[in-house]
């Protein structure tokens, strides 16, 4: 478990996800399984990516006084736009990115790509850009899923990719608050293993903890996969170093809370790259634990689980809930058990004798100091479980999800080869409106999917909880159709009105990209929408940032256009 | 304690806190304690404050016509500019608010009191206002102590102040999710006794609780004294609605988080009316706690009993530390001590004979559902305690304090009466850097009173605690000077040195209002002040709401003239 949390993967290979070498593949009963319910095998000749010297790249464009420029800022060495830089910053690692740079399109690579080495050179570069009209896209793990580091260059003729891998040091730790600041660069196991000689832990897992970076986190509203023992990104995040081309913002960290004003910490958090790049951030860190306890329960159906969890996160309040707590609904929970093959079918076979025909897996994990105090947790977890009908399973099923967390997204990357499309969306909502969201999303993608003539698996779980509600976490599995993007974006569509018209948020922890900027409008208001062109014009006058990310072009442009 | 929740009591007197009748006086033994300590007594002839007909008023300069505007969107019962109506509207409860209130000094007072209904109301209000350039001060409960609802006019030649008392009904109540919608107008008895009948609580007990609105402790980023256990009101707030002279904002309230892009709920928390009106907010809600639990200890001195905060709010993480924790530091411990008269002097005596001779007392309350839960969390903490040297007091103390909690205000208006000082002030930092502010900020403060001629009683309590750090607040009683009002600014002004000096926020939960707003740029650095500027002037473009507050006059003027 400490070694999964510490282990440092290369950069991940730039037409898929992560360390190929970490890859796990389907076993034959899972593929048995697919062809049976979305009609998809194995093909005998796997559509492999193009080799790189095939991906197609625009011309570069950047001027050669803006080069210079860059290059005396950050040295020769760290100006780059050998094809293996620009193809491997063409993207992130949505469907829709790994498709198209599979298949050779590299349209959205950026001219070059900037490795600055300090905050200042970074602020120094934004300056440069903003002085010649370049488009920045700034680059942690690149692993966003909604377009967030695509290097589109908006109204401008370049565009650079600022990647921030250099800016990799732990610059501050106070034991005593347990407080520390990380330079924006940092990936995740690299954040842990700065932590753990001192015996701390930032708590924080998103699948793509191997990959994606501090800045990236911040960027984007990052939730860890034990969000509810260890908070949120924004609930943990206590101060930040700002780049823009006006200058540096520094927020926060003079106190775990203030009331001197609106909290302007809140407008980098989330900020996507459109408004700054984060160089450095200070975030809350805890006690590694020195215990953990796993707990594996089946509820009878989706509902009285989600009562369960609700009754969890509300009415015992005081540490009985898990650290965490992800949930399948019956469709995920039919999947898991029957890729987990044989052990699978005893789990089922199991269940049916206890009466749980539509089971809904819950996996649980404890953190803390003490066996005896983690014991206590449980059991008072327990009696809530049992109330609900939960049916007790072996702790292993949880520790096996623990131990294959991260490996999730390399399934994709073999899918694809047999023209598999799997994809994931995300929502949250209240408790009183989930099952109606859970319901709807899940509805308007198979329809979408069945409309394609590619009946498709739609899985569903549940793994942030909060007093007032809890996120959804889609994942849809279907043959590709003849355009993949546009199949899966017709289904993402679907999901999204879906999500609009339930009241849910557009996107829990994914962030809005270039994916769900039409969406904001929604979310914000016309008057919400002009507030962040208004911090977007004082921040970014010129607008070079991130162009089309998290403020669509369209309702950027007025403020913009007026100060250019 | 549910009817110290419930109580409902008249609106502040003009000139002092609450309901007279509520007040206690001091005792003899206090007053005794008081004159030799600070060589202050009781009057023979106590300076009492003005009759209501003596105070001051400047001239109503509303013009007629935007007053008949006015009087034709809330109707003319609900224009008022009669003199009991303007005094009372004056300004808020600081010390100099009362100290200028008492003399007859009423320059502060609004032109008139404008009472809408509906936040429809509100948005017409403020358009007329914006259109006549005419100043608004939106008017809670009115207990702000940094000048947050004086009836500054700015550049213009009219103020009103916008009462929101009208607005205040429940709106929504969703009892799964335990989310409530309240108007802003709502003042904290209202709502505990809005959300009793379903159980529920908000748990927001600031010392104003009696007094003070949902929207004035949304406005202001509110701390309630159960903060550990319910959350401050930013923690909690899940949604609001803004009403502005652009129109309304809508934010937050589908889902208890996202990653949709920067927070803009937390440019509405904290915006003190500069930015805005708030008229409804959403919050988290919770169960009202069948069972409590006190506890009251003391520990061999401040350091100690620092490092037992601490580690509650750290290392145990699970729901051992109390929903309220308030500590005294030896100051404080020694005022309260000898305030209590001879359950005090048995207190010290038992206390020495533990050989406790500097105590610091710490009062403590866990809330939950069930009393056994509650003792197994208060047998967690005691070891803990005990670990740091605390030596256990009859709970009854902590059981007192928490009877008189919302009490404490009521003092200052007698002892005005007798010409002593007693005022407060706040802030917080990491815990590492607590120690130092607490030293460096009450050296501050002792010494400007020292220089003054007139040394004073300085005490503090710790009475929120985070896992990176805690609150202090201070309170001073001094006799008053010639010139009391620049005797305690000189006193706040060493203070706020201190606190900036020492990398603590310039205020926790009092907000900045007026008298803050000149450390503001210290803390968000002049980029923050430009991003709030640019929010003003999108939101508010005439720059007519609560001209002076949050952001000075000097802060904000470029970006709102320009539009002017």
Same mark, same amino acid.
């Given at each position: ?335 898991? #058990?029957?890729?987990?093959? *044989? %052990? $699978?079918?005893? +789990?089922?076979?199991?269940?049916? /004798? &206890?009466?749980?025909?539509? @089971? ?101 779980? #549940?793994?942030?909880?909060? *007093? %007032? $509600?809890?996120? +959804?976490?889609?994942?849809?599995? /279907? &043959?590709?159709?003849?355009? @993949? ?80």
């Amino acid at each position: 478990m400490a070694d999964l949390l510490t282990h440092s993967i290369p950069r991940s290979v730039w037409h898929g996800w992560g360390d190929p070498a970490e890859a796990h593949r389907l076993p034959d009963h899972a593929w048995a399984y697919l062809t049976e319910r979305v009609g998809a095998g194995r093909l005998d000749h796997p559509h492999r990516p193009v080799a790189i010297e095939n991906v197609v790249l625009p011309e570069t464009t950047l001027a050669e006084p803006v080069r210079a420029a860059l290059e005396a800022v950050v040295g020769t060495d760290h100006v780059r736009d050998d094809r293996a830089a620009r193809v491997e910053h063409a993207g992130g690692k949505s469907f829709a990115d790994l498709v198209r740079i599979r298949r050779g399109d590299g349209s959205h690579a950026p001219d070059a790509v900037v490795y600055p080495g300090t905050p200042a050179e970074v602020q120094q570069v934004l300056q440069i850009c903003a002085e010649h009209r370049v488009a920045v896209v700034p680059f942690g793990g690149g692993t966003s899923v909604v377009g967030g580091v695509s290097a589109l260059r908006g109204p401008f003729a370049s565009v650079i990719t600022l990647d921030l891998r250099r800016l990799a040091a732990m610059t501050a730790l106070d034991p005593v608050s347990k407080v520390a600041t990380f330079q924006a660069g940092m990936r995740g196991p690299e954040v842990e293993a700065a932590l753990r000689p001192f015996g701390l832990t930032l708590g924080h897992y998103p699948q793509s903890h191997q990959e994606a970076t501090i800045g990236g986190y911040v960027a984007t509203r990052s939730a860890g996969q034990a969000s509810t023992g260890y908070g949120r990104i924004d609930e943990i995040v206590l101060g930040a170093r700002l780049a823009t081309p006006e200058g540096e913002l520094v927020v926060g960290g003079r106190s775990p809370a203030s009331a001197a004003g609106p909290d302007l910490l809140d407008l980098v958090v989330g900020s996507e790259g459109a408004l700054g790049v984060i160089t450095e951030a200070t975030l809350q860190v805890a006690a590694f634990p020195a215990a953990k306890r796993h707990g594996t329960w089946a509820f009878p159906g989706f509902d009285a689980a989600v009562d369960a969890l609700r009754e969890l996160a509300q009415d015992l309040g005081h540490g009985t809930i898990p650290d965490v707590c992800r949930l399948s609904d019956p469709d995920e929970t039919e999947v898991s #058990v029957t890729m987990a093959g *044989p %052990a $699978g079918k005893a +789990l089922t076979a199991y269940l049916r /004798a &206890r009466r749980v025909s539509t @089971p809904a897996l819950a996996v649980f994990v404890w953190e803390g100091a003490d066996r005896g105090e983690l014991r206590r947790r449980a059991r008072r977890c327990e009696t809530v479980l049992r109330r609900h009908g939960a049916v007790k399973l072996p702790a292993a099923v949880a520790r096996t999800w623990e131990r294959g967390r991260f490996s999730g997204p390399y399934l994709r990357d073999e899918l694809l080869d047999h023209e598999v499309l799997a994809e994931t969306l995300e929502t949250a909502t209240t408790w009183a409106d989930l099952r109606t969201a859970h319901g709807a999303v899940r509805a308007a993608l198979q329809g979408a999917f069945e409309a394609a003539g590619t009946p498709a698996v739609v899985q569903c779980h #549940v793994s942030h909880v909060y *007093p %007032a $509600g809890a996120s +959804l976490y889609f994942t849809c599995i /279907a &043959r590709c159709a003849e355009d @993949p993007v546009a199949q899966w974006f017709a289904a993402k569509s679907a999901a999204s009105a879906a999500i609009l018209a339930s009241r849910a948020t557009i996107t829990h922890h994914h962030a809005i990209g270039t994916d769900h900027a039409r969406f904001l409008g929604e979310e914000v208001g016309t008057l919400g929408l002009r507030l962040l062109a208004a911090a977007k014009a004082t921040l970014d006058p010129r607008g070079v940032l991130n162009p089309g990310k998290l403020i669509a072009a369209s309702d950027q442009g007025a403020e913009v256009e007026s100060r250019g």
